[in-house]
Structures are given as C-alpha cells and as structure tokens.
C-alpha cells in the first residue's frame, strides 16, 4: 500500500493565483482531512470529509475549498492565494470507533509558499 | 471545544538519558483517545504512542511510555534511553465521540545531545 499521496512537494504561487493539492488514500479510508502547519501552532484542521460526497469546514476554511467525488482522493484548493497562506499543508486519512477516530495516516506534506 | 496544550516549546537531552513531555487537554467526553506524534526533520508525521482513555493501564512502546492521569486531564510522554534519531517536534493530540479530526497540541521541539 502507498498510503496517504500528496503532490506537489514543494510549489511557489503569486498572490492571487489558484492551485489544487492532491491528496489520495488507498487503504479505503472513510475519514479525509486537511490541515495546516505553522511555527507554533501546530495542526490546524481547514476542511474534512466523512465519506465520498460529504464534506465540512475545520478551524481554518477561509480561502480553500475541498470536494471528495471518490473514497480515494480528496484534493484541496486554493482560490486566490495569499501570503497568509503560506504553510506546510497536510492530508490525512482515518478510520474510526465509537471512541472517535483511532489513528490519523498523513501524507508527507506540501510545502506552499505565496509572494 | 477541545483544546490541547503542550507548555514547553523547546527540551534539551542527553544522549542515554530519560527525558519527559508534558501535555494536558480539556474534553468533557468520557471516551476518547490520546497520542504523540513525531515530526523529524523529514517532515513526515510519525504516530508515537495511543492511549485510550477508557483503559487505566498506561501504554508503552518499547522506549516510550506515557503517563495518563484522567482526572488530571493530563497525558505526558516519556522517552528512555534518548537517541540522536529521536531528535524531533512531538505533537500532543486527541479525538472523542462524533469529531471528525484531531486536536493538536502546539508542540515540542526535542533536541538529544550527543
């Protein structure tokens, strides 16, 4: 198994440009999420998915929108970038119990800078 | 909401030493799940340990132990026998009934000296 895919690795946008991350699973995960990381601030959640078709706002939604059309893949985009948003992004993939959710699989993270 | 909080920003160690990270947490659920992630420089989170919280026993994997106090809200790792390769950020976090992600800590960065 790949496990939890994300590309690009590293990407540099003008302010006001849009891109898409990719994000893709292959352990048939139900639970997607995409989250932010700062200097000390640690992971901030921006949008999760709790299956194909459904998906919801996190801590930080401002600026990104998401969609999840399969179990597989959930890619996160940015509509008119900003330098706020520059950031390590990462994708993640879980499953759950009653307890909530067991473990989260991260990808190995995007390295996005805006001038 | 549920909040996690890690108060010490930086720790130093000694090679061969013991070394503790504090955590504490606020959740009003009674069942509900711990971690500590790590972060090497790679980037790549690494999941360390999971407490749950229904269980008094305190988890252990091999170097790593946790000491899990409920009613103190408070889940602190301990790392024994440091090595280099556990230079890293540890991540605090936490999950419960009907949340759809975890909720981080801020972090600790480690830094074991040689």
């Known amino acids: 198994n790949a496990g939890v895919t994300q590309t690009p690795k590293f990407q540099v946008l003008k302010t006001g440009q849009s891109m898409t991350l990719q994000c893709a699973q292959d352990?048939?995960?139900?639970?997607m999420s995409w989250y932010r990381q700062d200097p000390g601030m640690g992971l901030r959640l921006i949008h999760y998915?709790?299956?194909?078709?459904?998906?919801d706002q996190g801590e930080v939604p401002n600026g990104y929108n998401v969609s999840r059309s399969t179990t597989e893949d959930f890619p996160l985009r940015l509509l008119s970038a900003a330098p706020s948003q520059t950031s390590v992004y990462f994708c993640?993939?879980?499953?759950?119990?009653?307890?909530?959710?067991?473990?989260?699989?991260f990808g190995p993270g995007t390295r996005l800078t805006v001038t | 909401a549920q909040t996690v909080t890690q108060s010490q920003p930086e720790m130093s160690v000694q090679e061969a030493e013991t070394v503790t990270l504090s955590c504490t947490y606020d959740?009003?659920?009674?069942?509900?799940?711990l971690f500590w992630y790590k972060q090497p420089p790679s980037r790549q989170m690494i999941l360390v340990i999971r407490?749950?919280?229904?269980?008094?026993q305190n988890a252990t994997e091999n170097r790593f132990s946790v000491n899990f106090q409920k009613a103190a809200k408070s889940f602190s790792l301990k790392i024994s026998d440091s090595q280099l390769g556990d230079t890293a950020m540890y991540f605090c976090?936490?999950?419960?009934?009907?949340?759809?992600?975890?909720?981080f800590g801020s972090g600790t960065r480690l830094q074991v000296q040689p």
């Open positions: 352990m048939n995960h139900e639970y």
């Open positions: 976090a936490s999950s419960g009934m009907g949340r759809r992600a975890l909720t």
């Open positions: 959740t009003s659920e009674n069942n509900y799940y």
């Open positions: 407490q749950e919280a229904y269980k008094q």
């Open positions: 993640a993939s879980s499953y759950s119990r009653v307890q909530g959710l067991i473990e989260q699989y």
């Open positions: 998915s709790v299956g194909a078709g459904i998906t």
